[in-house]
């Protein structure tokens, strides 16, 4: 022992002549009270390894007793070491209550940036929302080329929903996230997603986006590319191409961009491995979530197999109903809603037209047109029937008329889309299948010619304009027999701001399922000439 004592200690003396008295009241307390010393005593030469050895064995003890029992008078290193302990137990604390109260200013700070930016929020431990797009870099270690890309795009500032939203899923949680038409949705889903997928992989499909239509899967595609720019992502758009005889388990592909039907067909039909998926997003989840798509939602909801799946929902409208079918699958998910929830973008001036009967609709839609025609105006019509009917009338008029539906091949539909992008076509003749999402620059004006069937229905429509804070324009003719459903539209313009005649909010509610009445032909020709 004592062999091992001078081994491990060599070069420690203790003097015990100079420190005598010391010693001595050392000795008689630990023969004493048995009491384990500090194992500083050792350090600074002071001690024996029996000492050592027991402190060592003991160390919280040892610490407890050197805090609560200090043996005045008795060393200088002990008293000093105990002070030290309790100052530094002082600072730990001092620290902590600082660290506390940064977090409440904190906490304080972002309730007001919400408030300023109309950002409500639900759920636990919320990261801050961005203060601008700087903030990717400081706090997420963005990529400089996404930040490049977001300059040449030509955005300066992040929109309320890219401020808080990017931050929940950058910190890993799922989120329904509500805001309105043409807020930048899209880029506050592809920028959390391009940033966790960090570069190009040939290992599966990472991140799926699902939208409701192949117009705004296309528009989205075209989106995440614009914004991956300069970094080799495999963005791939679903195509019925694909879909049909893609070999998946040779594609790569980081994120695929698809509507449910045919994400579900190459599941099914061409065994594509959904397993490995990281993100999933659910645009336009309302419509999602509808009878008819609700089914292969689903399947590819339960395809993206990832325990750690981080999913989320976006919508400019989203029902309590969705939201409580939705929280059944989310894990701990955040609530960012923009504004109020279901509401119209308030940059879109709203109007109501009484137009009798159909037949009232063509002549104030010629008049208004001979008054002032603000291209581009997209106009919308109850069903595809209804699109033909229009076009037919409206094609020899000096308007350059053109229209989308479902009865034209994909190619057509594409060209329409493009067309109006261009300017080619003035005004565009349309069924609710490019209501949602899509993305058309400067609309001027919406014009329900057909009065929507749902409150969701008119907000989608009418935010085709008023995009990206640009002023726009919606013009909704009713007929006699919309008047029992006129209420609920006025209650989304009072709610944006829209003034609406007294009689029509003293209407009695209706409870609005869907709103598809049986409508008179819009053909004016007499019936042998059709
Ligand atoms: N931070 C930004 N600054 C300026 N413009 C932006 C910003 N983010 C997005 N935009 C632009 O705003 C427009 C609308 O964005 P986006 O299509 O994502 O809207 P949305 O909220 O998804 O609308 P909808 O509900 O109709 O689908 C786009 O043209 C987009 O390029």
Not at 249 to 267: E, G, N, Y
Request: with cysteine.
């Amino acid at each position: 022992m004592e062999k091992d004592t001078s081994f491990l200690f060599s070069g420690i003396t203790f003097n015990r002549k100079k420190f005598a008295s010391d010693f001595a009241r050392f000795k008689e307390k630990t023969e004493r009270d048995d009491v384990v010393e500090e194992p500083n005593l050792i350090e600074n030469g002071s001690s024996t390894l029996e000492e050592g050895m027991a402190v060592r064995a003991d160390k919280k003890r040892k610490r407890k007793v050197a805090r609560s029992d200090p043996i005045e008078g008795f060393s200088v290193f002990k008293r000093s070491k105990s002070k030290a302990v309790d100052e530094a137990g002082e600072h730990d604390e001092d620290e902590l209550l600082q660290e506390k109260k940064e977090y409440h200013r904190q906490l304080e700070r972002d309730a007001l940036f919400r408030k300023r930016h109309n950002i409500h929020v639900s759920g636990s431990n919320i990261p801050s929302p961005l203060q601008n797009f700087t903030e990717l870099k400081s706090r997420y270690n963005c990529k400089s080329y996404l930040l490049r890309n977001l300059r040449d795009l030509g955005f300066k500032e992040p929109t309320p929903i890219q401020r808080q939203a990017i931050p929940v899923l950058l910190s890993g949680r799922e989120c329904f996230a509500c805001a309105p038409t043409g807020s930048g949705k899209t880029f506050a889903f592809v920028c959390p997603i391009l940033m966790k997928l960090k570069h190009a992989s040939k290992d599966g499909v990472r991140a799926v986006i699902l939208c409701p239509t192949r117009e705004l899967a296309a528009q989205t595609a075209r989106e995440c590319k614009k914004l991956a720019k300069g970094k080799k992502f495999y963005i791939k758009l679903m195509t019925k191409q694909l879909a049909k005889s893609a070999d998946f388990s040779k594609l790569p592909c980081d994120i695929l961009i698809s509507t449910p039907f045919r994400i579900q067909f190459a599941v099914r039909k061409r065994k594509l491995d959904l397993s490995k998926v990281e993100v999933l997003v659910l645009d336009e989840s309302d419509k999602l979530f509808e009878l008819g798509l609700v089914e292969q939602v689903d399947a590819v909801v339960k395809a993206c197999s990832n325990p750690s799946i981080l999913r989320s929902l976006f919508s400019a409208t989203l029902p309590d109903t969705v939201e409580e079918l939705a929280r059944t699958i989310m894990h701990d998910a955040v609530r960012v809603i923009i504004g109020r929830k279901n509401s119209a973008s308030e940059s879109i001036k709203q109007k109501l037209i009484f137009v009798g009967s159909e037949e009232g609709k063509l002549l104030a839609l010629r008049q208004s047109f001979a008054e002032s025609l603000n291209p581009p105006v997209l106009l919308f019509v109850q069903n595809k029937e209804r699109a033909k009917e229009l076009y037919n009338e409206l094609k020899y008029d000096d308007i350059r008329a053109d229209v989308i539906h479902a009865d034209l091949s994909q190619i057509q539909r594409e060209h329409a889309i493009d067309n109006f992008r261009s300017g080619k076509t003035w005004v565009l003749i349309a069924t609710d299948v490019i209501a949602r999402g899509m993305d058309f620059k400067g609309v001027n004006c919406v014009i329900n010619y057909d009065f929507p069937d749902s409150a969701a229905a008119y907000i989608h429509r009418i935010g085709r304009s008023g995009r990206a804070g640009r002023s726009g324009e919606a013009i909704t003719l009713y007929t006699e027999a919309d008047v029992p459903f006129l209420r609920n539209v006025a209650n989304v313009m009072t709610a944006s701001g829209c003034e609406v005649p007294e009689w029509i909010l003293s209407l009695p509610k209706k409870k609005w399922r869907k709103h598809r009445p049986q409508r008179e032909s819009i053909f004016t020709k007499p019936q042998d000439e059709k």
